[in-house]
């Protein structure tokens, strides 16, 4: 017998993170400052302005400026919430199709493609720290989801309200 919707949301594991990638990604941190070095020498030695330099630089960091954004991610029996200043996105659990584990954490993929651009439609849960709970945490509700328990019958709110409803899992997508 399978537990009900609320008793699910009362036993199921809630973690919390905060992710910044120019912080937790240091290939990002060491490309970032590589490129910008090199081209801001390079529009120097064309132009021999410090301005021109100067404004190529802060181009680059406009470019990158969502690796500057801290997104705080809260994994739970409702799914994947991301929120940042630029607003909230929640991700039921039943949108995931499939995980997979890396040494910094999970990456959560949206879609069946295998395909290198796959990684475009994902959710990359990098985090040191808790990589050991990130992993039990994603597992949990994989494995709930495939049983079909708890978050995967039930439908996020879309507005502020959260409203549980049952979905036939015959007719959901």
């Not at 970032?32 to 301005?51: E, F, G, M």
């Not at 200043?85 to 199709?97: A, D, H, M, N, S």
């Not at 475009?120 to 040191?128: E, G, K, Q, T, Y």
């Amino acid at each position: 017998m399978s537990p009900s919707s609320r008793e699910f949301e009362s036993q199921s594991p809630e973690l919390s993170l905060v992710r910044l990638p120019i912080r937790d990604d240091h290939i990002a941190q060491a490309a970032i400052a590589v490129l910008l070095s090199v081209l801001a020498l390079l529009t120097y030695s064309d132009t021999v302005s410090v301005w021109g330099s100067l404004a190529v630089v802060l181009m680059c960091l406009l470019a990158t400026w969502k690796l500057f954004i801290p997104v705080r991610i809260d994994l739970g029996p409702r799914g994947i919430i991301q929120t940042s200043i630029l607003g909230t996105r929640k991700t039921p659990w039943r949108e995931i199709v499939r995980y997979e584990t890396h040494p910094h954490g999970v990456i959560l993929y949206l879609t069946r493609d295998d395909s290198p651009l796959a990684g475009f439609a994902s959710i990359d849960l990098a985090c040191r720290k808790l990589n050991s709970e990130l992993e039990a945490t994603v597992r949990f509700y994989m494995e709930s989801r495939r049983l079909r328990t708890g978050s995967s019958i039930m439908r996020m709110a879309d507005g502020s309200s959260q409203t549980q409803q049952p979905v036939d899992s015959k007719h959901s997508a």
